[in-house]
T-cell receptor, first 112, second 112 residues
Framework: DADVTQTPRNRITKTGKRIMLECSQT?????MYWYRQDPGLGLRLIYY???????NKGEISDGYSVSRQAQAKFSLSLESAIPNQTALYFC???????????FGAGTRLSVL | DQQVKQNSPSLSVQEGRISILNCDYT??????FLWYKKYPAEGPTFLIS???IKDKNEDGRFTVFLNKSAKHLSLHIVPSQPGDSAVYFC???????????WGAGTKLIIKP
Protein backbone atom coordinates (compact mmCIF):
# COMPACT_ATOMS: atom_id res chain seq x y z
CA ASP A 1 0.00 0.00 0.00
CA ALA A 2 1.12 3.55 -0.76
CA ASP A 3 2.49 5.58 2.16
CA VAL A 4 0.79 8.75 0.84
CA THR A 5 -2.64 8.21 -0.70
CA GLN A 6 -4.59 10.77 -2.66
CA THR A 7 -8.25 10.51 -3.60
CA PRO A 8 -9.68 10.83 -6.13
CA ARG A 9 -7.02 10.15 -8.77
CA ASN A 10 -9.01 11.93 -11.45
CA ARG A 11 -11.86 14.39 -11.23
CA ILE A 12 -13.84 16.41 -13.72
CA THR A 13 -16.02 19.18 -12.36
CA LYS A 14 -17.84 22.28 -13.52
CA THR A 15 -17.10 25.92 -12.90
CA GLY A 16 -18.50 27.11 -9.59
CA LYS A 17 -18.64 23.71 -7.93
CA ARG A 18 -17.02 23.04 -4.58
CA ILE A 19 -14.57 20.17 -4.62
CA MET A 20 -12.42 18.46 -2.03
CA LEU A 21 -9.22 16.52 -2.64
CA GLU A 22 -8.11 14.21 0.13
CA CYS A 23 -4.73 13.03 1.30
CA SER A 24 -3.86 10.47 3.93
CA GLN A 25 -0.49 9.15 5.02
CA THR A 26 0.83 6.21 7.00
CA UNK A 27 4.38 7.54 7.35
CA UNK A 28 3.75 9.14 10.74
CA UNK A 29 5.06 12.48 9.47
CA UNK A 30 4.01 15.76 11.05
CA UNK A 31 4.47 17.96 7.98
CA MET A 32 2.09 17.82 5.04
CA TYR A 33 1.91 19.86 1.84
CA TRP A 34 -0.34 20.53 -1.12
CA TYR A 35 1.16 21.45 -4.51
CA ARG A 36 -0.14 22.00 -7.99
CA GLN A 37 1.73 21.29 -11.19
CA ASP A 38 0.98 22.97 -14.50
CA PRO A 39 2.56 22.08 -17.85
CA GLY A 40 5.99 23.67 -18.24
CA LEU A 41 6.11 24.75 -14.61
CA GLY A 42 7.53 23.20 -11.50
CA LEU A 43 5.47 22.29 -8.49
CA ARG A 44 4.04 25.29 -6.69
CA LEU A 45 3.11 25.22 -3.03
CA ILE A 46 -0.53 25.92 -2.15
CA TYR A 47 -0.67 25.24 1.60
CA TYR A 48 1.42 23.44 4.17
CA UNK A 49 0.90 22.22 7.70
CA UNK A 50 3.54 21.47 10.32
CA UNK A 51 1.04 19.83 12.67
CA UNK A 52 -2.71 19.66 13.25
CA UNK A 53 -2.86 23.18 14.69
CA UNK A 54 -0.39 24.83 12.33
CA UNK A 55 -1.52 25.65 8.80
CA ASN A 56 0.23 28.08 6.50
CA LYS A 57 -0.38 29.61 3.12
CA GLY A 58 2.02 28.84 0.34
CA GLU A 59 2.87 30.67 -2.85
CA ILE A 60 -0.54 30.29 -4.53
CA SER A 61 -3.24 29.89 -1.83
CA ASP A 62 -5.92 32.15 -3.35
CA GLY A 63 -9.03 30.16 -4.25
CA TYR A 64 -8.05 27.22 -2.04
CA SER A 65 -8.57 26.20 1.57
CA VAL A 66 -7.30 23.26 3.60
CA SER A 67 -8.21 21.22 6.63
CA ARG A 68 -5.86 19.12 8.75
CA GLN A 69 -8.30 16.68 10.31
CA ALA A 70 -5.64 14.56 11.99
CA GLN A 71 -1.91 14.02 11.79
CA ALA A 72 -2.53 11.60 8.95
CA LYS A 73 -5.12 13.56 6.95
CA PHE A 74 -4.84 16.80 5.01
CA SER A 75 -7.62 17.92 2.63
CA LEU A 76 -7.57 20.58 -0.04
CA SER A 77 -10.80 22.36 -1.04
CA LEU A 78 -11.63 24.50 -4.01
CA GLU A 79 -14.52 26.62 -2.78
CA SER A 80 -15.74 27.62 -6.23
CA ALA A 81 -13.76 25.92 -8.95
CA ILE A 82 -12.65 27.87 -12.01
CA PRO A 83 -11.07 26.59 -15.25
CA ASN A 84 -7.57 27.89 -14.47
CA GLN A 85 -7.51 25.54 -11.48
CA THR A 86 -7.27 22.69 -13.94
CA ALA A 87 -3.98 21.07 -12.97
CA LEU A 88 -2.26 18.09 -11.40
CA TYR A 89 -2.38 18.26 -7.60
CA PHE A 90 0.09 16.55 -5.32
CA CYS A 91 0.09 15.94 -1.59
CA UNK A 92 3.42 15.41 0.17
CA UNK A 93 4.74 14.73 3.65
CA UNK A 94 8.05 15.19 5.42
CA UNK A 95 9.41 13.92 8.70
CA UNK A 96 12.60 14.34 10.67
CA UNK A 97 14.53 15.04 7.47
CA UNK A 98 12.50 18.15 6.80
CA UNK A 99 13.94 18.82 3.36
CA UNK A 100 12.92 15.46 1.92
CA UNK A 101 9.29 15.18 0.91
CA UNK A 102 7.35 12.07 -0.03
CA PHE A 103 4.58 12.38 -2.57
CA GLY A 104 1.27 10.83 -3.37
CA ALA A 105 0.46 9.75 -6.92
CA GLY A 106 -1.44 12.94 -7.66
CA THR A 107 -4.99 14.00 -8.54
CA ARG A 108 -5.68 15.17 -12.06
CA LEU A 109 -8.41 17.83 -11.85
CA SER A 110 -10.26 19.30 -14.81
CA VAL A 111 -12.59 22.25 -14.33
CA LEU A 112 -14.91 22.76 -17.29
CA ASP B 1 10.69 35.26 -11.29
CA GLN B 2 11.86 31.66 -11.28
CA GLN B 3 14.37 31.03 -8.53
CA VAL B 4 15.18 27.54 -9.78
CA LYS B 5 15.62 26.99 -13.51
CA GLN B 6 16.02 23.88 -15.60
CA ASN B 7 16.65 25.26 -19.04
CA SER B 8 16.44 21.99 -20.96
CA PRO B 9 12.85 20.72 -21.25
CA SER B 10 14.11 17.44 -22.66
CA LEU B 11 17.28 15.41 -23.16
CA SER B 12 17.89 12.28 -25.20
CA VAL B 13 20.81 9.98 -24.33
CA GLN B 14 21.99 6.63 -25.64
CA GLU B 15 21.75 3.71 -23.24
CA GLY B 16 25.05 3.13 -21.47
CA ARG B 17 26.25 6.71 -21.91
CA ILE B 18 26.31 9.49 -19.35
CA SER B 19 23.24 11.67 -18.77
CA ILE B 20 23.88 15.17 -17.43
CA LEU B 21 20.96 17.23 -16.20
CA ASN B 22 21.49 20.85 -15.23
CA CYS B 23 19.87 23.27 -12.81
CA ASP B 24 20.54 26.92 -11.98
CA TYR B 25 19.31 28.93 -9.02
CA THR B 26 19.27 32.59 -8.12
CA UNK B 27 18.62 32.73 -4.37
CA UNK B 28 21.86 32.71 -2.37
CA UNK B 29 19.91 31.68 0.74
CA UNK B 30 19.34 28.19 -0.67
CA UNK B 31 21.51 25.73 1.22
CA UNK B 32 20.05 22.37 0.32
CA PHE B 33 19.36 20.94 -3.11
CA LEU B 34 17.47 17.87 -4.20
CA TRP B 35 16.75 15.89 -7.33
CA TYR B 36 13.46 14.09 -7.77
CA LYS B 37 12.43 11.64 -10.46
CA LYS B 38 8.90 11.35 -11.79
CA TYR B 39 7.30 8.66 -13.89
CA PRO B 40 3.94 9.24 -15.63
CA ALA B 41 0.92 8.82 -13.37
CA GLU B 42 3.11 8.76 -10.27
CA GLY B 43 4.26 11.36 -7.79
CA PRO B 44 7.85 12.63 -7.68
CA THR B 45 10.25 10.37 -5.78
CA PHE B 46 13.36 11.57 -4.01
CA LEU B 47 16.57 10.61 -5.78
CA ILE B 48 19.58 12.36 -4.28
CA SER B 49 20.42 15.56 -2.41
CA UNK B 50 23.35 17.77 -1.52
CA UNK B 51 24.03 20.30 1.19
CA UNK B 52 25.75 23.57 0.37
CA ILE B 53 28.71 22.55 2.54
CA LYS B 54 29.59 19.91 -0.05
CA ASP B 55 30.37 20.10 -3.74
CA LYS B 56 29.65 16.49 -4.62
CA ASN B 57 27.42 13.67 -3.44
CA GLU B 58 27.37 10.22 -4.96
CA ASP B 59 24.87 7.38 -4.68
CA GLY B 60 25.48 4.45 -6.98
CA ARG B 61 25.02 5.56 -10.58
CA PHE B 62 23.88 9.02 -9.51
CA THR B 63 26.15 11.93 -8.64
CA VAL B 64 25.15 15.49 -7.92
CA PHE B 65 27.66 18.32 -8.28
CA LEU B 66 27.20 21.75 -6.74
CA ASN B 67 29.02 24.89 -7.88
CA LYS B 68 28.01 27.58 -5.39
CA SER B 69 29.89 30.41 -7.05
CA ALA B 70 28.02 29.76 -10.30
CA LYS B 71 24.77 28.90 -8.51
CA HIS B 72 24.62 25.74 -10.57
CA LEU B 73 24.09 22.09 -9.89
CA SER B 74 24.07 19.06 -12.11
CA LEU B 75 22.98 15.44 -11.89
CA HIS B 76 25.11 12.81 -13.59
CA ILE B 77 23.75 9.35 -14.33
CA VAL B 78 26.34 6.79 -15.37
CA PRO B 79 25.66 4.49 -17.10
CA SER B 80 22.21 5.50 -18.29
CA GLN B 81 19.60 2.74 -18.34
CA PRO B 82 16.16 2.52 -19.98
CA GLY B 83 14.49 2.72 -16.56
CA ASP B 84 16.04 6.15 -16.09
CA SER B 85 13.63 7.57 -18.66
CA ALA B 86 11.53 9.98 -16.59
CA VAL B 87 11.10 13.64 -15.76
CA TYR B 88 13.76 14.95 -13.38
CA PHE B 89 13.04 17.88 -11.10
CA CYS B 90 15.59 20.00 -9.31
CA UNK B 91 14.46 21.59 -6.04
CA UNK B 92 16.10 23.92 -3.53
CA UNK B 93 15.41 25.01 0.02
CA UNK B 94 16.71 27.33 2.68
CA UNK B 95 17.14 26.03 6.22
CA UNK B 96 15.18 29.05 7.45
CA UNK B 97 11.88 27.50 6.29
CA UNK B 98 12.55 24.17 4.50
CA UNK B 99 10.09 25.04 1.73
CA UNK B 100 11.07 23.47 -1.57
CA UNK B 101 11.28 25.66 -4.66
CA TRP B 102 11.06 23.59 -7.82
CA GLY B 103 12.41 23.79 -11.33
CA ALA B 104 10.14 23.03 -14.30
CA GLY B 105 11.70 19.61 -14.91
CA THR B 106 13.72 17.94 -17.66
CA LYS B 107 12.34 14.94 -19.51
CA LEU B 108 15.13 12.38 -19.95
CA ILE B 109 14.74 9.82 -22.71
CA ILE B 110 17.17 6.90 -22.81
CA LYS B 111 17.44 5.42 -26.28
CA PRO B 112 18.24 1.70 -26.66
Amino acid sequence: DADVTQTPRNRITKTGKRIMLECSQTKGHDRMYWYRQDPGLGLRLIYYSFDVKDINKGEISDGYSVSRQAQAKFSLSLESAIPNQTALYFCATSGTRKNIQYFGAGTRLSVL
Amino acid sequence: DQQVKQNSPSLSVQEGRISILNCDYTNSMFDYFLWYKKYPAEGPTFLISISSIKDKNEDGRFTVFLNKSAKHLSLHIVPSQPGDSAVYFCAASASSNYQLIWGAGTKLIIKP
